[in-house]
């Protein structure tokens, strides 16, 4: 993406006003500072106006630049490290309400998922996961917690759930190392992308599996490898990974392939789980309690 970016500023470069050239140097020389910066900000460090730079969005080929400014954000996110991350999360904060500001841009996430996610993936994805013969889960660090969610409640509708453990690298390959073509492997990855994720992946997709891929954007390196992308909004330009999104994705995913199994098979086994956990007492029914 960085390149594809660097490619349009040269090829453009020559045609492009005095003040111009001085904004696409600054950018190219920073992007991480560039990227959190107003129009208005950007202007008034180099000088110029905030019109002006706007115009330069524009002459980029961006509606705007809010949207030139979001595309900065999507080359560097994945290169931010966890101080820089705190320090543009204070940044942005400042003296604001951390609660109030915390759950209302949740709530924007999950309202960017629902208006940006694929009906048609979504439904194809259910498709694919009903007809699996083995059902893989794949998630590391952050994410990891998305797969361990996803696998204990497909686990109550199927028994060909597999939770990749990754504690280790090549453990990741000899449990996936009977996976098929008649199989489908669930990724869930967000930045900074794990390049585990994605090497497991590679695997996957040479061994012949469906791939479904939960993640942040198109240009994300799982999106790519992907047989049905679902887009998740997430904050990860926050020091905390807002995954409240993907997680609500996954629910819906979940309580539809629930939906469309067939016949009474997900209450059957539903059934059978709940004369288990009566019998064995695992969960508190208060029965005794006057």
């Not at 110029?48 to 509606?63: C, D, I, W, Y």
């Not at 199989?183 to 599996?209: E, M, Q, W």
Request: aromatic share 10%; with cysteine; net charge negative.
């Amino acid at each position: 993406m960085t390149a594809q970016f660097e490619k349009r500023v040269f090829d453009l470069y020559p045609a492009f006003s005095k003040s111009h050239k001085k904004i696409a140097d600054y950018i190219l020389a920073d992007y991480d500072k560039a990227a959190f910066m107003t129009a208005a900000a950007l202007g008034k460090n180099l000088g110029l106006s905030e019109a002006t730079v706007v115009r330069f969005a524009v002459e980029m080929g961006f509606n705007g630049y809010h949207e030139f400014q979001k595309y900065l954000q999507e080359i560097i996110k994945n290169r931010l490290t966890s101080i820089q991350r705190l320090e543009v999360s204070s940044a942005r904060i400042g003296g604001n309400d951390i609660l109030d500001r915390t759950m209302l841009n949740d709530i924007e996430m999950i309202r960017a998922t629902v208006e940006k996610t694929s009906r048609e993936e979504f439904a194809a994805s259910v498709k694919k996961i009903n007809g699996a013969r083995k059902i893989y889960i794949l998630g590391v660090r952050s994410a990891a917690a998305l797969a361990s969610f996803a696998a204990f409640y497909f686990n109550l509708l199927y028994d060909n759930v597999v939770l990749i453990d990754n504690s280790g690298a090549d453990q990741i390959f000899e449990q996936l190392f009977h996976i098929g073509k008649e199989d489908v492997c669930i990724a869930i990855s967000f930045p900074r992308y794990s390049r585990k994720t994605v090497s497991a992946l590679r695997f996957v997709r040479d061994r012949g599996a469906s791939i479904i891929s939960i993640t942040d954007s198109e240009l994300s390196p799982i999106a790519e490898i992907a047989n049905h992308l679902l887009i998740a909004h997430t904050d990860t330009l926050s020091f905390v990974d807002s995954l409240v999104a993907p997680l609500s994705l996954i629910n819906a995913l979940i309580s539809q392939c629930a939906r469309s199994k067939t016949g009474e098979e997900a209450f059957d086994n539903l059934r059978t789980l709940e004369q288990i956990w009566r019998e064995y007492q695992v969960y508190d029914t208060y029965d005794d309690i006057d």
